[in-house]
Structure formats: C-alpha cells, structure tokens
Nanobody, 126 residues
Framework: VELVESGGKLAQSGGSLTLSCAAT????????IIWFRQAPGKEREGVGC????????DYTDSVKGRFTISRDIGKNTAYLQMSNLKPEDTAVYYC????????????????????WGQGTQVTVSS
C-alpha cells in the first residue's frame, strides 16, 4: 500500500489550493480516505474524510464550507480542495487510511491502525 500526497505549496491568504492523494494497493471505491494535518508545534488534526462506499464526506468544523474532499475512482486518487485559505491552515497535510470502508464519526484515532503518506507542505501567507 502506498499513499502519495502532492500539490502543497505557498499560497496567499484567501487563495485556493488542491492537494492530491494517489493511492496504490487499496481501492478508493472501497476504503475511506482521511485527510489530516499537523502544524508546527501542534498536535495532528483531522481535516475530513471521504467514505469508500458512497463517497460521502465529513469535515472538521474549522474547514467546513472552505474545504472539499473528492475522489476520482478511475485514477484511484483523492483530492482536498481548499479555498479561502487562512494562515492557520499552514501545516503538513497527510492522507491516510484506517482500513475502514466508511468515515467514522468523531476525531481521528491517531493511536489506532492508521497508515499515511509522506505528507505535503501547505504554507499560507497573510
């Protein structure tokens, strides 16, 4: 299994950015994909999730209305579209699987069986 994030870069406050998560070894029409982030000096924070069964999504409150998670089954790739970026969105962004089919309610269980990629850096300038 391999998850490869890409698309992170320097963006301006109020701008937009789309991150990609290319998956190998798992099928995104079965497995849910979780996006989480980690800012310097802060704990990891779940951003959102897309279910494998029906593509339904869930987001943490701080990004609702600004971020959208989608997927391309043919490319086996998930996306995190970010708009109206804020400096507090600055972080390394990761995509992950907890080997479940659907998104789970509540916070991400970072102590659980979670597999993630190498991450991609997003920096938002004010």
């Amino acid at each position: 299994v391999e998850l490869v994030e890409s698309g992170g870069k320097l963006a301006q406050s109020g701008g937009s950015l789309t991150l990609s998560c290319a998956a190998t070894g798992i099928a995104l029409d079965w497995y849910a994909i979780i996006w989480f982030r980690q800012a310097p000096g802060k704990e990891r924070e779940g951003v959102g999730c897309i279910s494998g069964s029906d593509g339904s999504t869930d987001y943490t409150d701080s990004v609702k209305g600004r971020f959208t998670i989608s997927r391309d089954i043919g490319k086996n790739t998930a996306y995190l579209q970010m708009s109206n970026l804020k400096p507090e969105d600055t972080a390394v962004y990761y995509c992950a699987t907890d080997w479940g089919r659907n998104c789970k309610s509540g916070t991400v269980d970072f102590a659980g069986d979670l597999y993630w990629g190498q991450g991609t850096q997003v920096t938002v300038s004010s």
